[in-house]
């Protein structure tokens, strides 16, 4: 079954401290993944895709096919980070799947 | 710049009403879906559709229905509104799965009651 799992549904983190937000996949195929933010009172909106290998604000994520993992990391979150964010799998039969999601908090 | 447009905003509709939910985008994308957001359950892919007179089902398209005559418009078709379709509805558009971004609506609030 294509699946992803976000673990924590809230990340609480003051201003500066490092952020690592949990994604998981089951997909028996190659996958494609992606982090979706979705900042208040905004559309959904892409944050980085895996087959870029790049870093959006300060965030990078790393596939690891061993682990089935993406996880997104930051070494210093900032307050405008707090968002909702979403780990998201492109399957071979052109379906897009969404994780449950996890919110950022970042306190001052 | 419109890209994908989504009808009404917010919506309350009585159990067993009918209602449809319209979704345009202005990109010539071909795959287009429908999402349903709940608190705690994230994003379910309702119906998805690769390109103008196709469609197929989603995690949970129980309940809806959908069409694709033209490329632009993918509506979503709840024929007999029921309290469980309270949630938010996304539609979104990409020019393919694979390594592209999809771009989302900005989201349709309905409430059955």
């Known amino acids: 079954a294509q699946r992803v799992t976000q673990p924590e549904k809230l990340l609480s983190v003051f201003k500066g401290a490092p952020v690592e937000l949990k994604c998981n996949y089951s997909?028996?195929?190659?996958?494609?993944l992606f982090w979706y933010v979705q900042y208040s009172r905004q559309r959904l909106q892409l944050l980085l895709r895996?087959?870029s290998r790049e870093s959006i604000k300060g965030f990078t994520a790393d596939l690891n096919k061993g682990e089935t993992s993406f996880h997104l990391k930051k070494p210093f979150a900032q307050e405008e980070d707090s968002a909702m964010y979403y780990c998201a799998l492109s399957t071979n039969t052109d379906k897009l799947i969404f994780g449950t999601g996890t919110r950022l908090q970042v306190f001052p | 710049n419109a890209g994908v447009t989504q009808t009404p905003k917010f919506r309350i509709l009585k159990i067993g009403q009918s209602m449809t939910l319209q979704c345009t985008q202005d990109m010539n994308h071909n795959y287009m879906y429908w999402y349903r957001q709940d608190p705690g359950m994230g994003l379910k892919l309702i119906y998805y559709s690769v390109g103008a007179g196709i469609t197929d089902k989603g995690e949970v398209p129980n309940g809806y229905n959908v069409s694709r005559s033209t490329t632009e418009d993918f509506p979503l078709r709840l024929e007999l509104a029921a309290p469980s379709q309270t949630s938010v509805y996304f539609c979104a558009s990409s020019y393919r799965p694979e390594g592209s971004e999809a771009f989302f609506g900005q989201g349709t609030r309905l409430t059955v009651v």
């Open positions: 895996h087959i």
């Open positions: 997909y028996s195929g190659s996958p494609e």
